[in-house]
């Protein structure tokens, strides 16, 4: 088992990482200080390991919500249906949600913790690699407006994290894939050498490759966790973290948050981002053919078609990044080194886009 530290001040929690950790008692002992426990999933992980958490909890009042499963329902409906199981069972400030699932499980878990009382405790139990190497991590939680992603929430960070590999082994295909896209983002924005050890052995880590899978969830920990250390809550540097999500968000948005996974989303978006840096003259050819190339390697779609580009500017401009300069977006200078920069005006971004959504 692997353990890291998410230095935030006053605030810091680990993250586990390793096989079976969702039987490992001592962990679960460890990091929970009551004996009222409510646990959200969704129908299809509950089948599959809501008893064996049960189980591992013991004797403890366990109560639990079960959400329908898919990013259109991270919703204010899903947050209040966690609401209503709380105050129906008279929980108290020193009570624990435990997130078990997937980026929307946490989100809206997270969501409800950080607003129920004012605050109470959560743990991420994160079970897709994207959640396992992105989302549950630093503290990010929200649910989503018909008209933009993401744009109710908090910044609220959990107890700890428990990241059991063996869960991706239930996983669907497609959800897998689309973790990958998050973990090559991770490296695009400050690790060329991790990109050039992505390049050898993505293949490794689709066949789920167990010394890779644990590898690649630490070295994406430990580079996320870096930067929520040093910017917690998006001030400055932390937007890095946000490349290819403008573009993708919108994407998410404008399709009714059914026709992509948001690592597919994000993969688009990174793809569009990359061409619009090379277009202006910060990424060289060579780089962009192979962030187009990794990105089809992992098996992820790297263009959209068929879209409206006006209503995807018109969602651009509903971005939680924006601020008194306007929209921003983040670029690739090279391999490893992302910026921020002032997205021109909309005509010209639009022009960009046009040439850089399509294959």
Not at 190 to 208: A, P, V
Request: aromatic fraction near 6%; glycine fraction near 6%; charged fraction near 25%.
């Amino acid at each position: 088992m692997e353990i890291l530290t998410v230095p935030i001040k006053n605030k810091s929690y680990d993250i586990f990482i390793g096989s079976d950790l969702l039987s490992n008692k001592r962990i679960f002992d460890d990091n929970i200080t009551s004996d009222q426990i409510l646990i959200v999933t969704n129908e299809k992980i509950a089948p599959i390991y809501l008893r064996k958490i049960e189980t591992t909890l013991g004797k403890k009042n366990i109560v639990s919500v079960i959400l329908k499963d898919g990013e259109d329902k991270k919703t204010i409906d899903s947050f209040s249906e966690i609401i209503d199981k709380l105050i129906e069972n008279k929980f108290n400030r020193e009570s624990y949600i435990l997130a078990l699932g997937g980026g929307v499980i946490g989100d809206v878990a997270g969501f409800a913790a950080s607003s129920y009382q004012r605050g109470i405790n959560y743990i991420q139990i994160p079970t897709t690699l994207l959640a396992q190497v992105d989302s549950s991590i630093g503290g990010k939680t929200a649910v989503n407006h018909k008209k933009a992603k993401n744009m109710i929430g908090a910044f609220y960070q959990p107890k700890c994290v428990i990241s059991d590999i063996n869960t991706l082994q239930t996983l669907p295909k497609r959800e897998f894939l689309s973790g990958l896209a998050e973990v090559i983002k991770h490296s695009l924005i400050m690790d060329y050498k991790f990109f050039t050890w992505l390049e050898k052995n993505i293949e490794k880590l689709i066949k789920h490759d167990e010394e890779s899978l644990v590898f690649t969830i630490k070295r994406n920990c430990e580079l996320k966790s870096s930067i929520v250390a040093e910017d917690e809550k998006e001030k400055g540097i932390r937007a890095l973290l946000n490349l290819g999500h403008t573009f993708g968000h919108a994407i998410e948005t404008i399709t009714g948050y059914n026709k992509l996974l948001h690592g597919e989303a994000v993969s688009i978006g990174i793809c569009i981002a990359s061409k619009i840096s090379n277009k202006l003259g910060l990424l060289d050819n060579n780089s962009l053919e192979r962030i187009i190339n990794i990105f089809q390697k992992a098996q992820l779609p790297t263009y959209i078609d068929k879209i409206n580009l006006e209503e995807l500017i018109e969602s651009m401009y509903l971005d939680k990044k924006i601020d008194l300069s306007g929209l921003r977006l983040i670029l690739l200078n090279d391999i490893g080194k992302a910026s921020i920069k002032k997205a021109p005006d909309k005509k010209n971004l639009l022009s960009l886009i046009k040439n850089s959504i399509e294959k």
